[in-house]
């Protein structure tokens, strides 16, 4: 299987803006992780919503993926589940905000 050129880069900016918003939400959070750990956060995330739509698809396997990755970010920022909630719903709110603004950002192609 050849996966083409165009989806290897929009993995790799997707990877690279999620990364960024989580990061910057888990400061907001006054979370003592770094770049590293919102990076492993981001293709953790990735990689549990892709398995969950492989074997389930669907709307169910959006609400098992992200309760797939809010373990995960519990796990990866020592938190708890209420306190990776906020996170997460914080980082879903930047991230809806950034994916509204950044494919206009280039102009008609």
């Known amino acids: 299987m ?3 050129l165009e989806a290897v880069i929009g993995f790799a900016v997707s990877l690279v803006i999620s990364t960024i918003i989580i990061y910057i939400v888990s400061k907001m959070f006054e979370e003592k992780e770094g770049f590293g750990t919102a990076l492993l956060a981001a293709f953790i995330g990735a990689i549990i919503y892709a398995i969950s739509y492989y074997f389930i698809g669907g709307l169910l396997a ?3 993926g992200g ?3 809010l ?3 519990s ?3 020592n ?3 209420l306190k990776s909630l906020g ?3 914080l980082i879903w709110v930047f991230a809806a905000a950034i994916s509204f603004f950044l494919p206009t950002l ?3 192609l």
């Open 75 to 77: 796990a990866l920022y």
């Open 87 to 89: 996170m997460a719903v």
């Open 62 to 64: 959006s609400v098992v």
């Open 67 to 69: 309760l797939g990755w």
């Open 79 to 81: 938190a708890g589940l």
């Open 2 to 4: 050849v996966v083409p």
């Open 71 to 73: 373990v995960a970010m």
């Open 106 to 108: 280039t102009g008609p």
